[in-house]
């Protein structure tokens, strides 16, 4: 009996003593059995890996991990492997490990950014999506025993209740008649510790697949449609403009020596693009953005160089904007300009929407009101204690991002995006980082008035010696 033989009719065994192969509601599931023995002895060493990191946490590590509450101190330092161990446990991967979605997307395809090659840091807070993506809307069904528990915890919500009704949208909140100007809102940053504050926003068309899954014609044609949006008076008239824009295709900024490029980085509004002349970051592409990349996407910057919103990127549409220069802590300028954008473009536009996950996203960390703030600052004092204050973040519902590109910088972004709206997120953030400042400045006085003291003893005790 030859091997590739023997191992079909091991593989066959177990699919004919499993009951339960599809998913509750079939409308979602392939109906048919995941048969491919390559990528199911892919899926079952990733999952021993996970079985394998699990059980080398230490005992108080991996009692933590158990017992994680919502906005409490989550072992952060954790590699997301290790993390992904608290979900896809043996008896539930038993159980899902043959389904695929209508569009024959896997588990694999689900799990594999937790395992590619150019995760340098594969620890926790540096991924805040956690080492999953969504290839496609059906997953959040078809791997439901996987995925609900695991996108509770994402979202610092109880994994032990039920998923709430998200709420409708509501950037802007009204007050005796009057909405609120969220505008006005500024982080008071006298020591000048903020870089640039970023809001981001996501999308995506009712009508299409994700990009991902989208034929030539489709991704044409869902360009077409959002940039018909965009691209008139009453949408200028909307973000509180007099003209249009510029757009610019992905193959334009991605040219040697781009002239948008640079301008998009140096704005703040640029996304992570792969360099697919590079091998490993090619094939990332491929699982990440499909075989069409570059063509069908794009970038809309406006006439403000405040915000850009780039098309069939992962997601359909993901509105950027971002803080500059003097105005480097105006958060409300940033939330205001993207809350503009999207409540103009819901009224247009029909978008995938869930009626407990809020709306769907390719990266589940955005999924609910598909929002992130994330605000780029200098902590020199909190920084010299990471652990400390990875977790003064952690229980504020906040994810710490230390990364050597920042420049000694780290970012705060917001964990939770799911079961509130969109204000209550940009309240409760912005009270969570201004409390983060507020410690720096309190550490900073401190240090200086035991610098200060010092200098006093040493003088003291030069005066003594002169008496002497």
Same mark, same amino acid.
């Given at each position: 009996?030859?091997?590739?033989?023997?191992?079909?009719?091991?593989?066959?065994? *177990?699919?004919?003593?499993?009951?339960?192969?599809?998913?509750?509601?079939?409308?979602?599931? +392939?109906?048919?059995?995941?048969?491919?023995?390559?990528?199911?002895?892919?899926?079952?060493?990733?999952? $021993?890996?996970?079985?394998?990191?699990?059980?080398?946490?230490?005992?108080?590590?991996?009692?933590?991990?158990?017992?994680?509450?919502?906005?409490?101190?989550?072992?952060?330092?954790? +590699?997301?492997?290790?993390?992904?161990?608290?979900?896809?446990?043996?008896?539930?991967?038993?159980?899902?490990?043959?389904?695929?979605?209508?569009?024959?997307?896997?588990?694999?395809?689900?799990?594999?950014?937790?395992?590619?090659?150019?995760?340098? *840091?594969?620890?926790?807070?540096?991924?805040?999506?956690?080492?999953?993506?969504?290839?496609?809307?059906?997953?959040?069904?078809?791997?439901?025993?996987?995925?609900?528990?695991?996108?509770?915890?994402?979202?610092?919500?109880?994994?032990?209740?039920?998923?709430?009704?998200?709420?409708?949208?509501?950037?802007?909140?009204?007050?005796?008649?009057?909405?609120?100007?969220?505008?006005?809102?500024?982080?008071?940053?006298? +020591?000048?510790?903020?870089?640039?504050?970023?809001?981001?926003?996501?999308?995506?068309?009712?009508?299409?697949?994700?990009?991902?899954?989208?034929?030539?014609?489709?991704?044409?044609?869902?360009?077409?449609?959002?940039?018909?949006?965009?691209?008139?008076?009453?949408?200028?008239?909307?973000?509180?403009?007099?003209?249009? @824009?510029?757009?610019?295709?992905?193959?334009?900024?991605?040219?040697?020596?781009?002239?948008?490029?640079?301008?998009?980085?140096?704005? @703040?509004?640029?996304?992570?693009?792969?360099?697919?002349?590079?091998?490993?970051?090619?094939?990332?592409?491929?699982?990440?953005?499909?075989?069409?990349?570059?063509?069908?996407?794009?970038?809309?910057?406006?006439?403000?160089?405040?915000?850009?919103?780039?098309?069939?990127?992962?997601?359909?549409?993901?509105?950027? $904007?971002?803080?500059?220069? %003097?105005?480097?802590?105006?958060?409300?300028?940033?939330?205001?300009?993207?809350?503009?954008?999207?409540?103009?473009?819901?009224?247009?536009?029909?978008?995938?929407?869930?009626?407990?996950? @809020?709306?769907?996203?390719?990266?589940?960390?955005?999924?609910?009101?598909?929002?992130?703030?994330?605000?780029?600052?200098?902590?020199?004092?909190?920084?010299?204690?990471?652990?400390?204050?990875?977790?003064?973040?952690?229980?504020?519902?906040?994810?710490?991002?230390?990364?050597?590109?920042?420049?000694?910088?780290?970012?705060?972004?917001?964990?939770?995006?799911?079961? %509130?709206?969109?204000?209550?997120?940009?309240?409760?953030?912005?009270?969570? %980082?201004?409390?983060?400042?507020?410690?720096?400045?309190?550490?900073?006085?401190?240090?200086?008035?035991?610098?200060?003291?010092?200098?006093?003893?040493?003088?003291?005790?030069?005066?003594?010696?002169?008496?002497?």
């Amino acid at each position: 009996m030859t091997r590739a033989f023997a191992d079909r009719e091991f593989f066959n065994s *177990l699919i004919n003593n499993i009951d339960d192969i599809f998913v509750p509601d079939d409308l979602h599931s +392939s109906r048919r059995h995941f048969q491919d023995i390559d990528i199911n002895r892919t899926i079952e060493r990733c999952v $021993s890996l996970i079985e394998e990191s699990s059980k080398a946490l230490s005992g108080t590590t991996a009692s933590a991990l158990a017992h994680r509450k919502p906005l409490s101190a989550s072992p952060q330092q954790l +590699s997301v492997i290790s993390y992904l161990s608290k979900f896809l446990r043996r008896s539930i991967f038993e159980k899902i490990r043959y389904r695929q979605t209508r569009l024959d997307h896997n588990l694999f395809d689900v799990i594999w950014p937790a395992f590619r090659k150019t995760s340098r *840091l594969r620890r926790l807070e540096e991924d805040i999506n956690c080492g999953i993506i969504a290839p496609d809307f059906d997953v959040f069904v078809v791997f439901q025993e996987f995925l609900v528990s695991l996108i509770k915890d994402m979202h610092c919500l109880d994994i032990n209740e039920d998923f709430k009704p998200h709420p409708r949208i509501a950037f802007y909140p009204m007050d005796n008649g009057k909405r609120l100007n969220t505008a006005s809102f500024i982080f008071d940053d006298e +020591s000048n510790l903020i870089q640039r504050c970023t809001v981001e926003c996501s999308r995506n068309l009712d009508a299409f697949e994700l990009p991902l899954n989208l034929t030539i014609g489709q991704i044409e044609q869902a360009e077409r449609i959002m940039m018909a949006k965009i691209f008139n008076n009453r949408f200028a008239e909307a973000i509180r403009e007099t003209e249009s @824009g510029s757009y610019y295709t992905l193959t334009e900024i991605l040219e040697e020596n781009s002239e948008i490029h640079a301008t998009l980085s140096k704005l @703040g509004l640029l996304i992570q693009l792969p360099n697919t002349k590079d091998s490993v970051q090619a094939a990332e592409s491929l699982a990440f953005n499909g075989n069409l990349w570059p063509y069908g996407r794009g970038v809309y910057l406006n006439s403000a160089h405040n915000m850009a919103i780039w098309l069939n990127c992962q997601e359909h549409l993901r509105v950027i $904007s971002a803080s500059n220069g %003097v105005n480097a802590a105006n958060m409300g300028a940033a939330y205001t300009c993207v809350g503009r954008v999207i409540t103009f473009l819901e009224r247009e536009l029909h978008f995938k929407e869930s009626y407990f996950l @809020g709306y769907l996203q390719a990266r589940p960390s955005y999924l609910g009101t598909g929002l992130k703030f994330t605000i780029t600052i200098k902590l020199p004092n909190l920084i010299k204690e990471v652990d400390n204050l990875r977790h003064l973040c952690s229980v504020r519902g906040l994810n710490l991002i230390t990364n050597h590109i920042l420049r000694q910088g780290v970012q705060l972004v917001n964990m939770q995006s799911m079961g %509130v709206s969109e204000f209550v997120l940009f309240k409760d953030y912005c009270t969570a %980082v201004t409390n983060i400042i507020s410690l720096e400045k309190d550490m900073s006085l401190t240090n200086s008035k035991h610098i200060a003291l010092m200098l006093v003893k040493i003088f003291r005790r030069k005066k003594n010696s002169l008496v002497d």
